[in-house]
């Protein structure tokens, strides 16, 4: 990925954001949202294109729903959500004791590693077998797996959106797998 300066950035494996204020190679010198000057690898940073706060404002509707709106005069405005597909999603449960009978001997990585190779081969599973949603159970926790979750399904043809809070709480993500039409 290529950097200008006046990019906002974030590091990786940290809870540092800031402005690229230099770059020299591989080398890039930020500024962070505290005023400390720091030197990262490219490698280690991502671009920040939007905030997480403005993200989550944004409502995603998916293909699988259509949004009906009945009018009568001095009734108020209703929303009838009506199903095209009523295919219930394939539910994952990435909690490590789900996964495994013992995770004796794992250390975190190891635990991490696990559970994002189950979602991948999930994931590649739904495509291949046409399916259209997937809801990824991964917990609270510190957002670790969440966000190595996004970053692996950024690598698919998917719309990512927060999973039923109804139903899995906060710890759920929901994929809606894009599928091209076979005629």
């Known amino acids: ?35 400390f000057l720091m030197k990262f690898n490219v490698s280690e940073l991502v671009h920040i294109k939007e905030e997480q706060s403005e993200i989550a404002k944004r409502v995603v509707i998916s293909n699988h729903l259509s949004f009906k709106t009945d009018y009568k005069k001095g009734q108020k405005k209703t929303k009838i959500r009506s199903h095209k597909d009523s295919i219930p999603p394939m539910e994952v449960d990435l909690h490590i004791s789900k996964l495994v009978k013992s995770n004796r001997g794992m250390d975190n990585f190891d635990i991490l590693s696990y ?69």
């Open 1 to 35: 990925m290529k950097y200008k300066v006046g990019d906002f950035v974030a590091v990786l494996d940290d809870m540092i954001k800031g402005k690229v204020v230099d770059i020299k190679g591989d080398e890039i010198n930020i500024e962070t949202e505290d005023g």
């Open 115 to 183: 559970q994002i190779d189950t979602a991948k081969h999930k994931l590649e599973f739904a495509i291949k077998n046409r399916l259209p949603r997937i809801v990824f159970i991964h917990g609270v926790g510190e957002g670790v797996l969440k966000q190595e979750l996004n970053y692996l399904f950024g690598r698919y043809p998917v719309i990512i959106s927060e999973a039923s809070y109804q139903k899995y709480g906060l710890g759920a993500t929901e994929v809606y797998i894009i599928q091209k039409k076979i005629y």
